[in-house]
């Protein structure tokens, strides 16, 4: 089992930033890619991004592509989501996510096996 609790979401202005941190616990942190989705009310849970064990690998979904960058500390188990230049579409519950590093797909929901209970950014127009 991996336990993730999100912090850091809030209410920012457009065009301001925020930065996100997912913490985990249980198995080895180092075993897993972490990815970021979001869910707008009456929307699908989408992608943002992930990061891969080593952090060597960011795929970003096109509508945050420049603006949001995620990085990982495997010392403090714990995961980033920095978002700049936020818009009022960016408004949404975001949730980190867990999977193995031996799956190779990272772009849906059912890759991940561990989720986060969600922080909420609101950016208002």
């Known amino acids: 089992q991996v336990q993730l609790v999100e912090s850091g979401g809030g209410l920012v202005q457009a065009g301001g930033s925020l930065r996100l941190s997912c913490a985990a616990s249980?198995?080895?942190?180092?075993?897993?890619?972490m990815g970021w989705f979001r869910q707008a009310p009456g929307k699908e849970r989408e992608f943002v991004g992930v990061i891969s064990w080593s952090g060597g690998f960011t795929p970003y979904a096109d509508s945050v592509k420049g603006r949001f960058t995620i990085s990982r500390d495997n010392a403090k188990n714990t995961v980033y989501l920095q978002m700049n230049n936020l818009k009022p579409e960016d408004t949404a519950v975001y949730y980190c996510?867990?999977?193995?590093?031996?799956?190779?797909?990272?772009?849906?929901?059912?890759?991940?096996?561990?989720w986060g209970q969600g922080t909420q950014v609101t950016v208002p127009s």
């Open positions: 249980g198995r080895t942190f180092s075993n897993y890619d």
């Open positions: 996510a867990a999977k193995t590093r031996s799956r190779l797909t990272y772009r849906s929901r059912s890759d991940y096996a561990y």
